[in-house]
């Protein structure tokens, strides 16, 4: 084992050697910075990672989500630093500010675009693993959890100290705070509790100065702006305190899966009359997805005979199966659930059901970071306000059918999401909404073929939906990150160019969002490709 000291004696050679290294200027420079703050002088070997650090690349793809950014040309960043505290974040910010390079915070990368850890011009991650702690508070029923920790760590977190609290957010266990509730993250919960930022009472973020800022020092605005704008525009969040939300002891949930053969037209266009109306207290997720139709006679592998749609009911009702069925016999008998579709269960035990764990499978497995099988994915995102005609319905699952990969997710809005006003947060679909969708294709194949043939199956079903979505503007999800509905050339981030896509993710909190920025950082140090701009000064 080689002593701390003899290790820093090797960093500062390897310094040396690498200064006079053209190609390795950038990073030394960087280095020697760090080197230079009394912040991170001694820490250097614990916290930076070059490219020609034997570890680079396995701490680039630790957090790397989605394979379409994994490739030999994807750019990578001229290093990575990990910091340990936030006086190693003040001294990031300060050096790359200093050195004019762009700062990319990530968090649990889960960012569908990889906008957290790839850029089109010279870049530093800022990677926030480290910093994870959380502490619950039962008696005032808060938290304060960092935005390294994951929704399952923190989830688990709070069943260890409460059999009946709970945090209205998402529903991937990986997933990582600091992204997800800067972004306005909402889960099976939004229903009868609203989204994260609905439930937030306090957060820590370190500005462009390298302040430190409570909501106290940051005020209101900033403390506005962080709860939905996305942190990545204003500084890089620490944490949050969030107010814990209570969930009944026993819980129940269902997965019904219909096709075309079943009526599901009818089921779902039903659906759409009740979806934001019923009992707040179930949240129902329709999944829509190409499927094999059983084996027929006639049924011939090679054309789209064998083919149909399905459509999977997934539901959390904050009750018991009683109190369940007599909801639904109510208000949407048409769905023809059965006490023998009802599983009642703890809400711990919901939140595994939902990220589709097999039942028995222990609540320690939410602090895993690693969960996902990789696949290639594109994702897109639309609101609707008015209900699909069965026409509409059918033509469709004609698509799906036609394009054989691509689908789509409807969950359901109204409830506390309709007493919300606009402007409340940054997140502006609130009342009017029926549901959300999220167009998905996740593909195994390599190779920019297959990339480009189901991203563009995403685009496809996206505009077959134009009549029927949300118009003026045709309103997104900003943490279903989508570049393709606008992009600003990064570094120079123009407000018209943003406000393409600030007016779909933001509505009229576009410009708040603006005047927040321009006064916290006018110099538009924490930018990229779909940021919030500064006013030119
Ligand atoms: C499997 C899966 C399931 C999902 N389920 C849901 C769901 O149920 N509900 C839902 O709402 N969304 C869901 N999402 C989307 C998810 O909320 C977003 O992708 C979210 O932005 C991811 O946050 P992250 O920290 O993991 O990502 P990152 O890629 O680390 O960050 C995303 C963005 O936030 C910025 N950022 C990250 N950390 C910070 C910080 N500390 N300070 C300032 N800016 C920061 C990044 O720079 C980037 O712009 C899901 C995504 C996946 C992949
Ligand atoms: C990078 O590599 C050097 C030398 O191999 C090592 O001493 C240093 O600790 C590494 N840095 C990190 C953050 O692991
Ligand atoms: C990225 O590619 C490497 C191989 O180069 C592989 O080992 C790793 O699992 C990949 N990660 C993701 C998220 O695709
Ligand atoms: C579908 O609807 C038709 C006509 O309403 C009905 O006769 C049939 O039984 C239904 N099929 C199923 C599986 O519900
Ligand atoms: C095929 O049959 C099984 C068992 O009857 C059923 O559960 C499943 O939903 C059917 N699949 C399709 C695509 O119809
Ligand atoms: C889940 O497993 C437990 C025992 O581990 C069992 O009592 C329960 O009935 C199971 N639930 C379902 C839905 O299978």
């Not at 109510?330 to 599983?343: H, M, R, S, V, Y």
């Not at 779909?504 to 940021?531: H, M, W």
Request: hydrophobic share 35%; glycine share 8%; aromatic share 12%.
């Amino acid at each position: 084992m080689y002593s701390p000291k003899l290790l820093l004696l090797l960093l500062l050679c390897s310094l040396n050697s690498y200064s006079f290294a053209s190609s390795d200027s950038f990073y030394d420079t960087f280095v020697q910075c760090l080197w230079n703050n009394p912040k991170t002088k001694d820490e250097i070997s614990k916290i930076v990672y070059g490219p020609k650090n034997s570890s680079f690349t396995s701490v680039l793809q630790e957090y790397l989500r989605n394979p379409r950014f994994n490739t030999s040309t994807t750019r990578k960043p001229s290093l990575i630093v990990t910091p340990l505290n936030k006086a190693h974040i003040q001294a990031t910010i300060s050096c790359s500010k200093k050195i004019r390079v762009q700062l990319k915070i990530r968090s649990g990368g889960h960012d569908y675009e990889g906008v957290s850890y790839v850029s089109d011009v010279p870049f530093v991650i800022l990677d926030m693993f480290n910093l994870r702690s959380i502490k619950v508070n039962i008696k005032d029923e808060t938290a304060w959890v960092q935005s390294g920790a994951t929704l399952g760590e923190l989830y688990y977190k709070i069943w260890r100290k409460s059999k009946v609290h709970g945090y209205p957010a998402g529903v991937g266990p990986t997933v990582g705070v600091g992204g997800h509730i800067s972004g306005a993250g909402y889960g099976n919960l939004l229903r009868k509790f609203g989204l994260t930022v609905d439930n937030i009472v306090d957060a820590q973020i370190v500005d462009a100065k390298g302040r430190v800022l409570d909501r106290k020092a940051m005020g209101e605005d900033l403390f506005w702006a962080i709860r939905g704008g996305g942190g990545a525009s204003f500084g890089v969040v620490l944490a949050y305190k969030i107010k814990l939300v209570r969930v009944p002891p026993v819980v129940t949930v269902f997965r019904i899966a219909k096709t075309l053969e079943e009526n599901v037209t009818d089921i779902v266009h039903r659906w759409q009359f009740v979806a934001n109306k019923i009992d707040e207290n179930l949240f129902v997720r329709l999944l829509v997805q190409p499927a094999t139709k059983n084996r027929t006679n006639s049924a011939k592998k090679s054309d789209n005979k064998g083919k149909t749609v399905r459509v999977t009911f997934i539901a959390l009702f904050l009750g018991d199966a009683n109190g369940l069925l007599s909801v639904t016999k109510a208000q949407f008998p048409e769905l023809g659930l059965t006490k023998q579709d009802c599983i009642e269960m703890s809400w711990i035990q919901s939140v595994l059901y939902w990220a589709n764990f097999k039942n028995g499978t222990s609540e320690k497995v939410l602090l895993e970071r690693k969960l996902d099988s990789e696949s290639f994915f594109k994702r897109k995102s639309d609101y609707l306000k008015t209900p699909i005609p069965k026409d509409g319905l059918e033509g469709l699952w004609k698509k799906i059918i036609e394009l054989g990969k691509a689908g789509l997710v409807f969950n359901a809005y109204g409830g506390k999401m309709s007493r919300i006003s606009e402007s409340d947060t940054p997140f502006p679909h609130r009342d009017g909404n029926i549901f959300k969708i999220q167009y998905f294709a996740n593909w195994k194949e390599e190779g920019a073929e297959a990339e480009k043939k189901y991203m563009e199956q995403t685009r496809t079903l996206y505009s077959y939906m134009t009549p029927y979505v949300s118009k003026n503007p045709r309103e997104a999800y900003l943490n279903y990150r989508d570049l393709d509905i606008g992009t600003t050339n990064n570094g120079k981030n123009t407000y018209n160019e943003a406000k393409v896509y600030g007016m779909k993710y933001f509505k009229g909190n576009f410009d708040r969002l603006v005047k927040v920025k321009t006064a916290i950082d006018p110099e538009n140090f924490f930018r990229n490709e779909q940021s919030i701009p500064p006013l030119p000064s």
